[in-house]
């Protein structure tokens, strides 16, 4: 099963065109309680506030995640 799910990854990230960092972002967004934020994920992740905000950006213009004024982050079912 650990396989199949990576694999899964991996066709992803080949069909929405998502470099590692990006993929890792959104595998930890999918991965996530309800609740996620933006603050908590860059804190977990040990991003760059700046990075995480464009690869967010990145990862919502691909449809692959929504963003909500709350601050909250959640996947879609990719």
Known sequence: ?????????????????????????????????????????????GLDRKRLQQILKKLDSKGLIDRHASGEIEAFDA
């Open 1 to 45: 099963m650990r396989i199949a799910s990576k694999t899964r990854r991996c066709e992803i990230m080949v069909a929405k065109d998502l470099k590692p960092e990006e993929a890792l972002v959104l595998t930890t967004i999918v991965r996530s309680h309800p609740g996620l934020t933006e603050e908590t994920l860059q804190l977990g992740l």
